[in-house]
T-cell receptor
């Protein structure tokens, strides 16, 4: 069964600290993995998309890694800011079509001053 | 700036009412999606459209219908709203092809009393 699991469910960190969010998946055949940021009450916004051949991708202070062998991805946030407080959603695409996306339930990050 | 616009951010309806949620994208995307998002469940696909007048059921189509008469517009219809349809509804669009990045609208929070 195709699944995407994220950990932790929630996380509280101090402003300026780093953190790492995890995503494990069983989706096969794999096409790509995406990380989205969703502010409270808003729609998700794409941070990164990685295909099978990419093992790291950065977007400013956000760095995503992908290990396609172990089917694991992480999102590392450096020097966190209050505006990083949001839910972070991992989405894995199956090769069979555009509508075959599998969503994790997200990690709720709270950055406190 | 690319955009997916949902017609209503907040709606309150009564049980049995007909509800229309409209979504418009300005990116000439072939694919459009309707998701609902509930705490702890993540995003679940209601319906997907890959072209004008074409639609496919997602994971939870019961109680919903859709309409795509023009490429840029995708409507979600609740024929007779029920309390268990209280949720956040998210519209998204993407180019054809399974690596196409998803662009989301801001969401419509529907409360059914």
């Amino acid at each position: 069964k195709n699944q995407v699991e994220q950990s932790p469910q929630s996380l509280i960190i101090l402003e300026g600290k780093n953190c790492t969010l995890q995503c494990n998946y069983t989706v096969s055949p794999f096409s790509n993995l995406r990380w989205y940021k969703q502010d409270t009450g808003r729609g998700p916004v794409s941070l990164t998309i990685m295909t099978f051949s990419e093992n790291t991708k950065s977007n400013g202070r956000y760095t995503a890694t992908l290990d396609a062998d172990t089917k694991q991805s992480s999102l590392h946030i450096t020097a966190s800011q209050l505006s990083d407080s949001a839910s972070y959603i991992c989405v894995v695409s199956e090769q069979t079509g555009a509508n075959n996306l599998f969503f994790g339930t997200g990690t709720r990050l709270t950055v406190i001053p | 700036d690319v955009k997916v616009t949902q017609s209503s951010r907040y709606l309150v309806k009564r049980t049995g009412e007909k509800v229309f949620l409209e979504c418009v994208q300005d990116m000439d995307h072939e694919n459009m999606f309707w998701y609902r998002q509930d705490p702890g469940l993540g995003l679940r696909l209601i319906y997907f459209s890959y072209d004008v007048k074409m639609k496919e059921k997602g994971d939870i189509p019961e109680g919903y219908s859709v309409s795509r008469e023009k490429k840029e517009r995708f409507s979600l219809i609740l024929e007779s709203a029920s309390t268990n349809q209280t949720s956040m509804y998210l519209c998204a669009s993407s180019h054809r092809g399974d690596t196409g990045e998803l662009f989301f609208g801001e969401g419509s929070r529907l409360t059914v009393l």
